[in-house]
């Protein structure tokens, strides 16, 4: 069965300056998805960034970039330039491509506190 | 923003009382998931639906049932609350497109208390 690890409960960064999320997976497919999720304290669940496992090349969206480490099955989350609107829960999940029934498996998240 | 309304958006209830969140879209989004949110454990499944009439299980069903008679709404039933079932639910939409899965959109939640 797929697994989802964050190991980091809680990370803390000053504003301005670079922080890096880990998350690892366990599964046997070749072809899946990896999703970062933000949940601030709203408690909106908000798309960060995805993955294509067949695409080599690293997503990035504005200050969020991911090093997606296949062989290692590692999808970090690094947030540059961390602003004080980036406090908030993160999560990594993972989906199987292929059949539309399959389902995110979610890591238990990280809590990302922002020093001002 | 994603069409996707809950409600209601909080509620609290007695243990033994049946309980119904419903989940509205507007975005005609095939599939739709009821998640509960618990502290140290993240987002789990409790049911899902691919189509109107078509659900099925997700990992932490025992004590809910759902219903989705129709594509915009998915509704989410507690028979007999239990204290156990105290949590934020989270519905959330997808849609998948010649076979590429699109992620998925929440709700804005609604939190259940049982007392």
């Known amino acids: 069965a797929q697994t989802v690890t964050q190991s980091q409960p809680e990370m803390s960064v000053q504003e301005a300056e670079t922080v890096t999320l880990s998350c690892t997976y366990d599964t046997s497919e070749s072809d899946y998805y990896l999703f970062w999720y933000k949940q601030p304290p709203s408690r909106q669940m908000i798309l960060v960034i995805r993955q294509e496992a067949y695409k080599q090349q690293n997503a990035t969206e504005n200050r969020f970039s991911v090093n997606f480490q296949k062989a290692a099955k590692s999808f970090s989350l690094k947030i540059s330039d961390s602003q004080l609107g980036d406090a908030a829960m993160y999560f990594c999940?993972?989906?199987?491509?292929?059949?539309?029934?399959?389902?995110?498996?979610w890591g238990a998240g990280t809590k990302l506190i922002i020093k001002p | 923003d994603a069409g996707i309304t809950q409600s209601p958006r909080h509620k609290v209830t007695e243990t033994g009382t049946p309980v119904t969140l419903r989940c509205h879209q507007t975005e005609n989004h095939r599939y739709m998931y009821w998640y509960r949110q618990d502290p140290g454990h993240g987002l789990r499944l409790i049911h899902y639906?691919?189509?109107?009439?078509?659900?099925d299980k997700g990992e932490v069903s025992d004590g809910y049932s759902v219903s989705r008679s129709k594509t915009e709404d998915f509704l989410l039933t507690l028979e007999s609350a239990t204290s156990s079932q105290t949590s934020v639910y989270f519905c959330?939409?997808?849609?998948?497109?010649?076979?590429?899965?699109?992620?998925?959109?929440f709700g804005p939640g609604t939190r259940l208390t049982v007392l």
């Open positions: 999940a993972y989906r199987r491509r292929g059949n539309s029934n399959y389902q995110l498996i």
């Open positions: 639906s691919y189509g109107v009439k078509d659900t």
């Open positions: 959330a939409i997808s849609e998948s497109i010649a076979g590429v899965y699109n992620e998925q959109f």
